[in-house]
């Protein structure tokens, strides 16, 4: 008889495999959208790029499962001290005209939450995939448009206690796709080593999230040909609601902070 450990264990696997298989699923798509046009460029335009980074995200909103709605507050050291484990990583491919952009980020934390204005309180635990795969066509040397898809997989418990000992739990999850649309922006700054890279997209519209946030901004400052540091922020912001009574899930979040990360060249 499998321990309770490693029912765990194993429903996380599985959580996190689903989304490599969507991240997967939305790198093909993406590719048959961008690869017919590619292939009329010349095979020494194409470029890659790699960034792994690490994000000291704020999370404020609500979780909800069944009746339970549970809100969350915590600031980026709340976040390091309650993460168990975490992914966070970018590719980025270019022609002349076509690319894509696949980004991932996986995290697992557990926080103390509240509920019913106060009333509750105790532990809440989420594990979340967001994986965004995106085509980008180039209008100018500095502006891109970007269309695509977002995969999010959210695992969520619930464990609150209330007055005269009343406890509260909830576990449930649920996966959707969202689709994205948004505009690309970068350009050199002061003619040196620096560049700005910005982008900003919106997704959902009732398709799977009534509406879907994400912006982002970031310097850059090249080392040589091959290798950069990247130091921006990150704003992402969900609205997600489905099902009702005992088979209700929601997830109002809005995740946000400075990020610092390593680009390579390849």
């Known amino acids: 008889m499998m321990s309770k450990h490693s029912v765990m264990a194993s429903a996380k696997r599985e959580s996190f495999l689903y989304g490599v298989r969507g991240t997967l699923a939305g790198l093909g798509a993406a590719l ?31 979780s909800g499962i069944g009746p339970i709605d549970t809100e969350v507050d915590l600031s980026a050291g709340d976040v390091f001290d309650n993460l168990d484990s975490a992914f966070l990583g970018m590719y980025r491919g270019e022609g002349e005209r076509w690319g894509v952009m696949i980004d991932i980020v996986y995290m697992d934390l557990k926080a103390d939450g509240t509920g019913d204005g106060g009333a509750f309180s105790g532990e809440v635990e989420v594990e979340q995939t967001t994986a965004i795969a995106s085509a980008t066509y180039r209008l100018s040397p500095t502006t891109q448009l970007m269309a695509g898809a977002l995969y999010n997989d959210i695992s969520a418990g619930i464990a609150l206690k209330g007055p005269r000992d009343r406890i509260r739990e909830r576990s449930a999850g649920d996966d959707w796709i969202d689709p994205i649309i948004g505009i690309l922006f970068e350009t050199p700054v002061g ?9 900003a997209q919106l997704g959902g519209f009732g398709v ?3 509406l879907v946030t994400i912006l982002t901004g970031s310097f850059s400052y090249r080392f040589n040909h091959w290798s950069s540091i990247d130091i921006g922020y990150r704003y992402l912001d969900f609205d997600y609601e489905d099902g ?16 610092i990360g390593w680009r390579f060249d390849f």
């Open 244 to 259: 009702d009574g005992l088979d209700r899930f929601k997830f109002d979040m809005k995740e946000h902070g400075p990020a």
């Open 191 to 199: 003619g040196g080593n620096w560049s700005f890279t910005g982008s």
């Open 208 to 210: 799977g999230s009534d």
């Open 32 to 62: 048959c959208f961008v690869v017919p046009a590619a292939n009329g460029q010349s095979g020494s335009s194409w470029t890659n790029q790699g960034l792994i980074y690490l994000l000291g995200p704020t999370l404020d909103g609500t």
